[in-house]
């Protein structure tokens, strides 16, 4: 939900005990937080590379926790717990192996992500001995280091395609949360965020009208959504995001996506506003024009008349082919320029081959154990292996009834922990 590129807190509270206990808390420098964890969790005997392999996983887990808000957006005082249920096996006052310690002050500002993903990867893991889980296990880490797997590779057999981001930003955690109610007459990127973040949850649950314009200007739109979305998660309806508003919508929406999960949805680089600045034509570079070819690249792949376009954020002659033929497909005047109306269809095109399609485990099933594991990474099922996706599969047996214009399935609300 943060727009911002995560950073590495410079201190991190530490709840001694699971997250509803009445155990003390402790606020340490983070870089400390990993080596306790890293010498609770691994042996310092074992290979340097599955040594990296698990440090990398512990403070990527650690990030996103403190990324998504996970217990702040809860009402919670503490970051993480020392729950090895729910987190990681923190144990206080312990002392720290001389090898993991060096590697730790390496490693701690480094993290692994999904590619075009933002937040850190929930990188969970289980010893893969008593316990299995769908992450990574830190003794089959070791066997990959032993049979010559460097860091690298240890972490995609079980990752999959991921890729480490080094020397992250060091600074304070700070909280979301603005620090004054935003409500109509608001401008600015905090506003940015709520109309995003809405949009993205009102997929989940429709009565949350749509806001058509994420332009940052808190109107009757967005107060309409404010209102609709407090009054499903039982807050008062008064149309003000406040602090227990905003956290709220930060929870809800890291829940839809799955951002503490290791199958996260994801939070995009672009996602925090699609609406671009004026029109685009031949000629246009940068950000925004990147942008329209991804979504052109997506339509391209689903629709035959779409040729498909280079993302390479220059508005050349096969961009403007591929927006005129967007244009033709989608009835719109065939200008080869993409203003307002134009892009509003192609994200909407886009927006639904995304979240019906290519975010589908039903048409790019996972295969391996089948289990998911629970929130805390060490539910004990299956092989733990990450493998790779199958071809993708159709569901062919007819409903039983006819399907016509204004046919809608049931809608089942996602329950968010």
Wanted: aromatic share 10%; with cysteine.
């Amino acid at each position: 939900m943060p727009p911002v590129t995560p950073y590495v807190p410079q201190r991190i509270t530490v709840h001694l005990g699971p997250p509803q206990s009445n155990a003390a808390n402790v606020t340490i420098p983070f870089s400390d937080y990993v080596k306790n964890v890293a010498s609770s969790e691994i042996y310092p005997t074992w290979d340097e590379s599955a040594l990296r392999a698990n440090i990398l996983a512990i403070v990527s887990f650690a990030l996103n926790r403190v990324y998504t808000e996970f217990y702040r957006s809860r009402g919670y005082d503490f970051e993480i717990t020392s729950s090895t249920a729910y987190d990681q096996a923190y144990v206080n006052g312990r002392s720290f192996f001389e090898n993991v310690s060096q590697l730790v002050d390496e490693l701690f500002n480094d993290y692994l992500r999904r590619p075009g993903f933002v937040e850190p990867l929930a990188a969970k893991f289980c010893n893969g001995t008593t316990v299995t889980c769908e992450g990574l296990s830190q003794w089959g880490s070791q066997n990959l280091a032993q049979q010559g797997y460097n860091t690298d590779q240890i972490l995609r057999s079980y990752y999959g395609n991921v890729e480490t981001v080094l020397n992250a930003p060091i600074r304070g955690i700070t909280s979301s949360y603005p620090g004054t109610p935003l409500r109509r007459g608001s401008t600015g990127p905090n506003v940015v965020v709520i109309q995003v973040a809405l949009n993205r949850i009102s997929q989940n649950y429709p009565a949350i009208p749509k806001i058509p314009a994420v332009d940052g200007v808190f109107g009757s739109r967005t107060e309409a959504a404010v209102i609709a979305f407090q009054q499903i998660f039982g807050l008062t309806a008064d149309g003000i995001v406040g602090p227990g508003t905003w956290y709220e919508i930060v929870r809800i929406y890291s829940g839809v996506n799955s951002l503490s999960e290791l199958r996260s949805q994801g939070q995009q680089f672009y996602a925090i506003n699609w609406s671009p600045p004026g029109g685009l034509e031949v000629g246009d570079t940068g950000e925004k024009v990147r942008l329209l070819q991804y979504m052109l690249s997506v339509l391209s792949a689903h629709i035959s008349s779409i040729p498909p376009v280079n993302i390479d954020g220059v508005y050349g002659p096969a961009t403007r082919s591929a927006v005129l033929a967007a244009q033709r497909r989608f009835g719109l005047p065939e200008t080869g320029t993409v203003g307002q109306q134009t892009w509003d269809e192609i994200y909407d095109q886009y927006s639904g081959i995304e979240n019906t399609n290519l975010r589908s485990l039903e048409n790019f099933p996972n295969l391996g154990n089948g289990n998911r594991t629970s929130n805390n990474g060490r539910s004990n099922n299956g092989s733990g292996l990450r493998t790779n996706y199958a071809r993708t599969s159709t569901m062919s047996q007819f409903p039983g009834r006819n399907l016509s214009i204004g046919t809608q399935d049931t809608v089942r609300q996602e329950v968010v922990r």
